[in-house]
Every structure is written in structure tokens, then in C-alpha cells.
């Protein structure tokens, strides 16, 4: 019994020593958060696609999203998906738009975002 609380002790231990030895990937800290809206950062999709956020701005002002409103210089990278989101500043009551840049197809498209809520 006491051999195998020892072994589960030391296990533990081991486990928490490993635990904090681990660092993110070169690739993970080459990935700028566009968030911040700085120009010249990068949004990098899994897929190896990018785009920088004067480009993502671009796209999005020469596509119909600029004709639902005005639209704000944060893009919020989806690298999953290969997509860069940037808000709109439209009144649609129950919604929240985005334009949607693709990566790949470097075209974009609005995203309403509504709740469906009907509000009077």
C-alpha cells in the first residue's frame, strides 16, 4: 500500500513538473490577435491563408458591408474557420452585424447576427 502511494505521489509530482514546463509553439507567437485593429497585423488561418488588417479593411469597404453601415478597424481573427470579423456600426433592431472576410476567397459578406427578438 505504501509503494503505491509513493508511486501516485511521484506520478503527481511528475505530472505538475511537465505541467509548467510547457511552452507555446513558435508558430502559436508568430499569430498576431487582431483585435487591437493596428494596421499591418496579420490574421493567419490554420490552412496557412492570411491576411493583414489593411486588407481585411479593404475587402470590406468595396463589398456590400459598406453599405450597411460603417464599419469599425478591429478584426477579430477566426483562424479556425479562415475568416476575419469586423463589426458594423448599423441600426437593425435585435441584431449585431459583421462583416465577414474569407481568407481564402478574400471576399466578404455581412453577418446580421440577430436574436430573432422582435423589438417595438
Known amino acids: 500500500m505504501q509503494n503505491l502511494v509513493k508511486f501516485l505521489f511521484i506520478f503527481a509530482f511528475m505530472f505538475f513538473i511537465v505541467g509548467c514546463n510547457t511552452t507555446v509553439s513558435d508558430q502559436e507567437q508568430q499569430i498576431p490577435d487582431l483585435s487591437g485593429g493596428t494596421a499591418g497585423d496579420t490574421c493567419v ?12 479593411v479593404d475587402i470590406a469597404e468595396n463589398s456590400n458591408c459598406a453599405q450597411e453601415g460603417e464599419i469599425r478597424r478591429e478584426c477579430n481573427c477566426n483562424e479556425h474557420n479562415g475568416s476575419c470579423w469586423m463589426d458594423i456600426e448599423a441600426k437593425k433592431p ?12 478574400k471576399e466578404a459578406q455581412v453577418n446580421w447576427g440577430c436574436t430573432g427578438l422582435i423589438t417595438e
Open 45 to 56: 488561418a490554420d490552412s496557412g491563408e492570411s491576411i493583414t488588417l489593411d486588407e481585411a
Open 94 to 105: 435585435g441584431c449585431s452585424p459583421s462583416c465577414v472576410v474569407d481568407l481564402e476567397t
